[in-house]
């Protein structure tokens, strides 16, 4: 007697989850989107392989990251680039090129250009990477992407000052990862892609391990980001975060 | 005979001096017009091939497609090789590599941090070999307006306008903040040897002049470049003769298949130049056509009046038996004579003219201070072989024109009605 209770007591719990899953809105997807990808403190190495219209380079760079507001990145390889500095504090981006000794404030349009030469502009890289906090969203369909099965949600800029006004995600049912993100400008036209072609698990949380960021105006295959390793909620001294480390 | 008519021309002013003033204003305006015309169409041709086009310019097939964007990223790689065939098969053509590019001049404070910056206008050429054809094809020397030449790679001119706006002198430093051949950021820090002024509207605004070594380091452009220029030993642009060499280079090199396979255009290929050209030699054509035209008219009508004025002394003559056909020929003579004293007369002062305004350029550079085209900005006449004869010939043709077409009126003199004329 208690076997058929114990099933269907599972069986309704399941369900209870299928239909609390389902019943998701699109800012709740986002939410356990942003849940996943944007830790508070996060140290990580990475490649970026950019595929140009001629050559192929990889850049090898280390991240301190803390919240959205702060990050700081320093270049490891190539040796043209080995020792360049990048930090964000909030709404502001510096560089420092140890050859020229100089410390640049990038600003205006230099903002959109290509960081290193890559498909990701130095705008990508300032970009609010919340989702939530720039974007409505709307589940507009279920796809499965290979062999993962996706919400489909469309997203549209509730700010103004944004570089993307609308997006559509893939994003995986059950590890909340956009698998692929199509990035649109004001009048609706695709300006770039992101594709996650893996996938790791560090601790409990789901984070892409490889992607392509493809700008459609650019010739080339696309930039590929490997993240070489990761570790979270690190604690990292906020002198990092200050001007006078970029010289250091 | 030729003595008497002579007499006649300088003793009677009215039949002379009228006609020798209009073929003489008409030749010289003419002469004028013509070497104005070549000195403007000349200057834009002269200054567009120094600093933009040369007489021929090498660049890989997809950066010559967009080559307005200075897109660096498809520059040809591999010059060295390039440039040493080019000079051992193409001996009678001046070659040099170039590099344009953009970017920002960023100028330090004393704790370099961004004191003044501005957008400029980049050209790397070879300015430090001593076999380099640049300081010739550019007259950078004389266009220094405070320094010196750079004498290492890094150091720069910038044009005289832009070193003020930038608040910058001559040993200060700079830094370029550009883009890679690759699209990435580039820095270099470069000193100012000196400011340069061109007379060039577009240039003097924000010109950085660099040497390619350098620009080559700074753009991650290691044995590349942009464009690779070839000027013709004289300096004189043949379209015919260009056109030859790019068809030649152009079977040799170019590939179908590769869009970084190098091609070769010739000036006129370039910046709308081969109207320019076209309208240069039609100009010439035109004004002198005018000229005969109006000059024709004028003294047609002149030679009209004349014959009214000198209908009793053609009466006589034809009464005295002369013939038609000599009278008429008499008069050509003397519409000869006057054509001839009018055009030495106008083409040697339409000559001074043009040569005062050939050595004394007239400053337009106000007009062209927002333009961005390649124009001198001082209006300059060039007098050539043809300033010579293109005034002293219609000048020579309109009186004859003019009085063959008067002179008609002889033949239609009844001269059984010639003695009741003279009666009356």
New interface residues.
Partial sequence: MKKPVIFICIAILLCANAAYADSLSGRDILINVDKNLCPEDRVGVSSLIINGARASRTVKCKSWAAGMDKAYTQYLAPPREAGTKMLKLKDQLWTYDPTTDRTILIAGHMLRQSMLGSDISYEDFMQDSRLSSIYDAEVTGDEKLGDRPCYVLTLKAKVDDVAYHSRRLWVDRERFIPLRQELNGKSGVLLKTLTVNEVFKVGERWYPKRMIYKDVSLEGSGTVIIIESIDFNVRIPDSVFNKASLKR | MIAFLLKGLVRDRTRSLFPILIVCAGSCLTVFLYSWMQGIMGDMVAVNARFDTGHVKISTKAYAAIADEMPN??AYLGVEKLLARLRSEYKNVIWTARIRFGG?L?V?DNK???RNQGPAIGMAIDLLSPSSPEKFVLNIERVIVQGRMPSRKDEILISEGFARSLGVKPGDRV?L?G??M????A???FTIAGTIRFGIATLDREAMIADISAVQEAL?MKDGAGEILGYSQDMVYSDEAMKRLASRFNQQFSRSDDR?SPCMITLSDQNGLSDILTRSKAVGAIIVLVFVFVMSVVLWNSGLMNNIRRYGEIGLRLALGEPRGTLYARMIFESFTIGLVGSILGTALGLAFSFYLQNKGIDISSMFQKSSMLISGEMRARITAVSFYIGFLPGLAAPVAGAMAAGLGIYQRQTAQLFKELET
């Fill in positions: 990223d498809l920002i960023d330090p370099g941090e961004t830094t903040i883009s890679t690759y699209g990435a950021m820095l270099y820090n991650d970084f």
